[in-house]
């Protein structure tokens, strides 16, 4: 069956520390992968996206890598700062599907 | 940054009740969903919708739960008859071109309590 999840759920920094935040995947067809930042009462807010013919996105302090051979997504945050204490989750799309799968979530701390 | 906005922030209702949860998307974007995220879980799909009808749906979107466009602006998720299990958080996003070209933005959801 489809299914995307997290290795760990919970993860404790100290800030300026890097952050790697890991994502499983089990569905070989999926071809986009999303990641969330969701704080507190708040909805998922879009952090940096990766198709599959990509293996490294980067971003502002953020970088994706993708490993279609054993189906791994990663989330890497440079020096981390308290702001980037959330849950992060993955998500992927397949094509033909409106459906995003979701993840189980990771919980980062940052600790000052 | 345009944003997607939900209200309510919160809605309480007695089990068997109607609800409407609604949403204005972003204004140029043409891909609207549903996503549901029960306390501690995951964010689960419910239903996209494109060109004014359901591209798509869940098992969980059954009969009971309804989507509309009323006009150009709104998008509304109706729960016809609420059940104590709909209680959790609502949330809305949307796409400029679908979700395996585009991110969904996300509103910030509309807490649903069924009592």
């Known amino acids: 069956g489809e299914s995307v999840g997290l290795h760990l759920p919970t993860l404790s920094v100290q800030e300026g520390d890097n952050s790697i935040i890991n994502c499983a995947y089990s569905?070989?067809?999926?071809?986009?992968f999303i990641w969330y930042k969701q704080e507190s009462g708040k909805g998922p807010q879009f952090i940096i996206d990766?198709?599959?013919?990509?293996d490294k996105r980067q971003g502002q302090r953020v970088t994706v890598l993708l490993n279609k051979t054993v189906k791994h997504l990663s989330l890497q945050i440079a020096a981390t700062q308290p702001g980037d204490s959330a849950v992060y989750f993955c998500?992927?799309?397949?094509?033909?599907?409106?459906?995003?799968?979701f993840g189980k979530g990771t919980k980062l701390t940052v600790n000052p | 940054e345009p944003e997607v906005t939900q209200t309510p922030s919160h809605q309480v209702t007695q089990m068997g009740q109607e609800v409407i949860l609604r949403c204005v998307p972003i204004?140029?974007?043409?891909?609207f969903y549903w996503y549901r995220q029960i306390l501690g879980q995951k964010v689960e799909f419910l239903v996209s919708f494109y060109n004014n009808e359901i591209s798509e749906k869940s098992e969980i979107f059954d009969d009971q739960f309804s989507v509309e466009r009323p006009d150009g602006s709104n998008f509304t998720l109706k729960i016809r008859s609420t059940k104590l299990e709909d209680s959790a958080m609502y949330f809305c996003?949307?796409?400029?071109?679908?979700?395996?070209?585009?991110?969904?933005?996300f509103g910030n959801g509309t807490r649903l309590t069924v009592t």
């Open positions: 998500a992927e799309s397949q094509g033909g599907s409106e459906k995003l799968v």
């Open positions: 990766i198709r599959s013919n990509m």
């Open positions: 204004s140029n974007h043409l891909y």
């Open positions: 569905n070989s067809a999926s071809d986009y």
């Open positions: 996003a949307s796409s400029e071109q679908g979700s395996n070209w585009s991110p969904l933005h």
